[in-house]
């Protein structure tokens, strides 16, 4: 904006509004009228005359200050009086001592008052410097926004450049390529419309409300589950929002159990991870991508290629296949809410344990030499 006023683009009085669509106009074709120097001149001639304003006042101040000094090393001559005033009982007197003593207290008295440190003279001078000061700070500031001096392009390639260069600029920061609005006045007003309609929510509400709706939706987890928790699958889920973690708490008590096995830990992920993306899905939030990575969930499980038992709830085969199911419920539900998600399900198990689930689909099998970096790549 300062090189544009310089360069006379924009009129050295134009304010930021103004300069915008000036640079605009300038852009399309239109010349903008230079502006002379009158303005800037008076400026700076009332700045100047201020400065000498205050500079003599500031001289009579202190010379008026010399000057009071002086009269103070008069009283200090007169001093002599207050001795005698003193003393009078003492002291022979001629006709005219009472006359001359009076005459010396008169003048001394007088002389005190002159000298006094803050007389009305000090106050209207002080006050005078004050307002020429805001004075001055006032045109300082108008001055501060002209260029200080006007300058040319040295060409007219220079000067397309220039303009080049100012409607990247303008394009960056407005919204539309189109030149920008002289006045904001419907975007205020559509900001505060905004503003008028956000409603406050209490935190506080709304946080226990979503660690209520997170320990119903586990719970919903937990009987689905079935027997894969073998002593805990009536146990109610309390979800630690202080330290970031899930709870069984036994039924009709206060009591939080201290869970035990890997088993049960990895069903509480697998519980908290899920209610957490239920949660998100349904606030509508788009802050977390509808997408969950889980590594292995059966590394607490040691199933064998023999014979399965998945009908034993204490057999590893049946926890396992009751954690597939939990996910495969997970997606189907997702489904039917009109919902999208990905989960991505890294294994070691036998491919029988999920053939039957109908949302999961079998990527690849990595066996018998076959790996998901072949052996090929490697040599």
């Known amino acids: 904006m300062q090189k544009a006023k310089e360069h006379n683009v924009v009129r050295e009085d134009a304010k930021v509004d103004e300069v915008i669509v000036e640079l605009n106009k300038a852009i399309q074709g239109f010349e903008t009228e230079p502006t002379t120097n009158s303005d800037k001149e008076k400026l700076e001639s009332s700045f100047y005359s201020l400065q000498r304003k205050i500079r003599n006042l500031k001289q009579f101040s202190s010379e008026y200050n010399k000057y009071k000094s002086s009269i103070k090393n008069l009283d200090d001559s007169l001093k002599p009086i207050e001795f005698l005033r003193e003393k009078d009982s003492e002291i022979i007197k001629t006709s005219i001592f009472e006359q001359l003593v009076t005459a010396y207290t008169k ?21 005078n410097v004050k307002d020429l000061e805001k004075e001055k700070e006032i045109i300082k500031s108008k001055l501060d926004l002209l260029p200080k ?15 080049g260069q100012v409607k990247s600029k303008l394009e960056i920061f407005s919204s539309e390529s189109s030149p920008i609005l002289t006045s904001y006045d419907e975007e205020i007003g559509a900001l505060e419309a905004e503003i008028e309609q956000l409603i406050v929510l209490n935190t506080e509400e709304k946080r226990e409300l979503t660690i209520k709706l997170t320990e119903e939706i586990i719970s919903e987890y937990i009987k689905e589950s079935d027997k894969a928790l073998a002593n805990y699958s009536t146990y109610q889920p309390v979800f630690d929002y202080k330290n970031k973690t899930l709870l069984l708490r036994k039924p009709k008590t206060s009591y939080i159990e201290n ?7 990895m069903f509480l992920h697998l519980f ?7 949660v998100i899905f349904q606030n509508k939030s788009p802050f977390v991508a509808p997408f969950l990575i889980i590594d292995q969930p059966s590394r607490p499980y040691y199933g064998t290629n023999g014979k399965r038992k998945t009908d034993d709830p204490e057999s590893d085969d049946y926890k396992i296949k009751k954690a597939f199911e939990l996910l495969d419920r997970f ?39 076959n790996a998901l970096i072949p052996k090929s790549y490697i040599e």
């Open 331 to 369: 997606i189907e539900t997702r489904k039917s809410n009109n919902g999208d998600f990905q989960m991505i399900v890294l294994e070691h198990i036998p491919i029988e344990t999920v053939t039957n689930l109908k949302n999961i689909h079998i990527v690849e099998e990595f066996f018998n030499g």
């Open 149 to 163: 001096e006007n300058k040319s392009f040295e060409s007219e390639r220079e000067k397309y450049f220039f303009l």
């Open 272 to 278: 908290f991870s899920l209610a957490m993306h239920e």
């Open 107 to 127: 003048d001394l008295n007088t002389i005190r008052k002159s000298y006094s440190n803050n007389t009305p003279i000090d106050r209207q001078v002080n006050d």
């Open 259 to 265: 869970v035990g096995s890997s088993s049960n830990h």
